[in-house]
């Protein structure tokens, strides 16, 4: 089926989908390494990409082909890279796009793995980094060499929930003769088309809401042209990060309820984050659809819906994030985000506890911040658990010597 001019329920369903000898309904999951072919001649052919077909399964399936043709759909590219992981998106980008002697300018604030990455591995190999507040246009401006050639923006960031203006940071970066990336996971193809507004990849970590049940880790990238496509599959297949067919099918599955969780877990994620910020506990709230956040009416126009993910800063600093993320009950004490299960993590001695102490300040990640991603339950269930987990008793914050 045809599905480019449909709506995008519909796409979420039907896209990507292959006919199947047997008359399944749905992609079956091709489990096999190879594929065999019917003569040397086809074998050729493939091989010299003369000829449609599969080869070896770390260079394409059927499973993994219908997930990436889905998602190349609903973001409005060229053609899908799926990865074993979201790191394996992030380092596909990264390989891919950048040389020795060559700069990538990125979020400060982004996830602190992709950080690691450019800081610490790709400095290995002689690519430099820095990284800046991406909201702030100024910061960007001023923050391009004569040598950047990679824009990688988180947006919504993580866990700051800053907003970057994408089809801004797209001319900058073109004007400077770099291409520009957008890690989108935390809004998903059904909230933000990064593409639409100039990015040239976009990618997710499809282990978070396109999935969206906790059982699998993943990731996925889509071009706007061609050339950067073949790019990245190229990279893709040499590094070997290839995803299961397995894991796609999956995620293939989880894809067709996107719409559906995501209305849910925003309608109850507006109440919870009105409802944080009228609390005695907290310092602030960050949650693009509140009008308090710094980049509300960007957000507004940018995207479709402010999602599910909240981050909120705790008077009493690191202690009155134990004693809350000790008291939960209902919301379960990890990382990752996006399932139909609310989690709650400690950033600080959890996802970016890795990038060290001056380096979150710097980000704006503090020691008392706590990231909700909001799940399916009912709402007053999870104010409830919130409720309890705050009144506990709290630290009481001391000046600093």
Known sequence: MNTKDKGFHTKLVHAGARKDPSGSVVT???????????????????????????????????????????VAELEDGVGGVATSSGMGAVTTVCLALLARDEHVLSTASVYGPSR??????????????????????????????????????????????????????????????????????????????????????????????????????????????????????ETMVITGCNMDPHQAFLVHRGIKTLALRIERAQESAIKIANWIETRPEVTWVRYSGLPSHPQHELASRQMRGPGAVI???????????????????????????????????????????????????????TDGLVRYSVGIEDVDDLIEDLRQGLAAEQPVPTDPI
């Open 311 to 365: 981050s909120f800063e705790l008077k009493g600093g690191l202690e009155a994030g134990k004693s809350l993320m000790n008291n939960i009950r209902l919301a379960a004490l990890a990382v990752s985000l996006g399932g139909v299960e609310s989690l709650i993590e400690h950033p600080a001695s959890m996802t970016h506890a890795g990038m060290g102490r001056e380096g979150r300040l710097s980000a704006g990640i």
């Open 116 to 233: 690691t990455l450019m800081e610490k591995h790709l400095g290995k190999f002689g690519v430099s980094s820095s990284f800046v507040d991406t909201s702030d246009l100024d910061a960007v401006r001023e923050a391009f060499r004569e040598n950047t050639r990679l824009v990688y923006i988180e947006t919504p960031s993580n866990p700051m929930m800053q907003i970057t203006d994408i089809a801004a940071v797209a001319r900058l970066a073109h004007e400077h003769g770099a291409l520009l990336a957008v890690d989108s996971t935390f809004a998903s193809p059904y909230l933000q088309k990064p593409l639409t507004l100039g990015a040239d990849v976009v990618l997710h970590s499809v282990t978070k809401f396109i999935n969206g049940h906790a059982d699998v880790v993943g990731g996925i990238l889509v071009a706007l042209d061609p050339v950067i496509y073949r790019r990245l599959r």
């Open 28 to 70: 079956p999951i091709y489990q096999t390494s190879t594929f065999a072919f019917d003569n040397t001649q086809v074998g050729a052919d493939r091989f010299a990409g003369k000829a449609d077909g599969f080869i070896y399964t770390r260079i394409g399936n059927p499973t993994i082909r219908a997930l990436e043709d889905c």
